[in-house]
């Protein structure tokens, strides 16, 4: 009996970057059905790491195989209509018997516009040089440095955007997000202004969704729609509140903003603010030491108001999804 293990640096990968293991083929397959049924998108060639190989008792070989996951390939996915999976199919055989396969499955990341950018760390520290039209430029390999290089211009700018969130009635609230661009992980932090709001907030909740759209050429039925995943939310009562934050980490399971030829899949904010106009202003005390008492009516006449806000999500470091969701990265088959 012969066992032959694989053992991955870490399980989760970027486009563009080298898988390092004892394997044979990266295929990529793609499903329109919850199931593993589907047919292969993407499947590098195979490549014969050994022949004719003797072992004795106790002794071992290593090899390493390498491949690059084309820039163009779509990221790992699971929704509810189209399903991107990668799966790295290692085959091996001893004499005079079946060959015996292990599919490992594996996730991958996708950051866009690394093949477009130009990346030149030194620019900006030293002076830009004179074009010289009799040399030839050459073009750098992209590298993970690239892509931290791109996820942190996205996602590290700060500009905070304010909303004035109305109704018929009036002013409700003023929303202030600090940035629209999020990376995998990371937390959504808005802030909720009502000190200046015309028309009185009974409650509020805000929803991290998920919009998964096919392209028309892909729709099944003529009337397929836009399928929708609600994931972290948050509600609170605010009557006769001035200020609130909200606080909705990203799950680091999730699949960040991506569109391809099938399927597009996008993120939002979703707000549901109950308002009215019935309730009476809370009574203010006329001296420091008097206190007084509230009762909230039993009935209300309220008012439900719904806002979507856009936002997009960014993949973040693999090692930090590595570290987030330990996976197992030591498989064996036996022969």
């Known amino acids: 009996m012969i066992e032959v293990h694989v053992v991955f640096l870490r399980s989760v990968f970027r486009l563009g970057r080298e898988l390092k293991s004892i394997l044979f083929r990266l295929s990529f397959f793609f499903s329109q059905k919850q199931s593993e049924s589907g047919h292969v998108v993407l499947s590098t060639k ?8 003797k072992l004795s008792p106790g002794e071992s070989k290593t090899y390493i195989y390498k491949e690059t996951i084309p820039y163009t390939a779509p990221p790992s996915y699971r929704g509810q209509c189209v399903k991107y999976a990668y799966k790295i199919t290692v085959g091996t055989q001893r004499v005079n018997a079946v060959i015996k396969l292990l599919k490992i499955p594996i996730r991958v990341l996708l950051v866009y516009g690394i093949p477009d950018a130009q990346f030149c760390a030194d620019s900006e520290e030293l002076p830009i040089a004179p074009a010289n039209p009799f040399l030839q430029s050459q073009q750098k390999q992209p590298t993970i440095s690239s892509a931290l290089q791109i996820l942190e211009a996205n996602t590290a700018r700060r500009n905070p955007s304010y909303y004035n969130i109305t109704n018929q009635n009036g002013k409700v609230v003023r929303f202030c997000l600090l940035k629209s661009s999020y990376r995998l992980g990371e937390d959504i932090i808005g802030v909720f202004d009502f000190s200046q709001g015309t028309v009185k907030c009974v409650q509020f909740s805000v929803t991290l969704i998920s919009e998964e759209e096919l392209q028309e050429n892909c729709k099944g039925r003529a009337k397929q729609g836009i399928t929708t995943v609600a994931y972290n939310k948050h509600h609170e009562f605010s009557l006769h509140l001035n200020l609130t934050q909200v606080i909705l980490p990203i799950p680091l399971t999730v699949t960040p903003t991506f569109t391809t030829n099938i399927v597009s899949l996008k993120w939002k904010l979703h707000f549901e603010f109950v308002t009215t106009t019935t309730v009476s202003a809370m009574p203010e005390p006329t001296s420091p030491s008097e206190n007084i008492s509230w009762q909230g009516p039993a009935n209300l006449d309220v008012q439900t108001m719904i806002w979507d806000l856009p936002i997009k999500v960014f993949p973040t470091h693999p090692l930090q999804i590595a570290h987030g969701l330990p996976s197992k ?7």
């Open 329 to 335: 990265l030591d498989h064996m088959i036996t022969i």
């Open 46 to 53: 195979p490549k014969i790491l050994f022949c004719d190989l």
